[in-house]
């Protein structure tokens, strides 16, 4: 990192143990993991760091190694709970599809239902089976009926 300034390496340090501690947060029922990552209080921000909390999530994902895993998970958990705490209205979306005959996972972000900050739209190959988003707080599980109406049947 250049010349940063005091509360802007804090953040940095902030985002790369947390996403140190991803894959033990993970281990977590999917419920527990979405209180742990909405932020208490709402943010006034209004998303003024996208660009700089995006920066240090690769910053450590790449320097964290072995500490910090790399790929979707990691990348989308942390920017998620960064992005909510900045004020950001994104949705943590969880998937899986069959590629090369293999079924494989993914997790993205979604702003304005659109995939955010993705290279390519992963909703045509990972079908969606758990969402986790600040705004509607009931997430969907795969029988398609939020946590509430499963619990009922």
Do not use: N
């Amino acid at each position: 990192m250049s010349k940063r300034s005091i509360p802007d390496v804090f953040l940095f340090f902030q985002v790369l143990l947390f996403a140190a501690a991803v894959p033990f947060l993970l281990r977590l029922k999917l419920s527990r993991v979405e209180t742990l990552l909405e932020p208490r209080t709402p943010s006034l921000r209004g998303g003024d760091r996208v660009e700089q909390i995006t920066e240090y999530v690769e910053k450590a994902i790449r320097a964290g190694r072995p500490l910090v895993r790399p790929g979707c998970l990691t990348r989308g958990v942390t920017r998620y709970y960064f992005f909510r705490r900045d004020g950001l209205d994104v949705s943590l979306c969880f998937g899986m599809g069959q590629i090369k005959g293999e079924f494989v996972g993914h997790c993205w972000l979604v702003r304005d239902g659109e995939p955010f900050m993705e290279t390519r739209d992963p909703r045509p190959l990972y079908a969606e089976m758990y969402r986790i988003s600040g705004t509607a707080r009931h997430s969907m599980v795969p029988s398609g009926k939020s946590e509430l109406e499963q619990s009922r049947s």
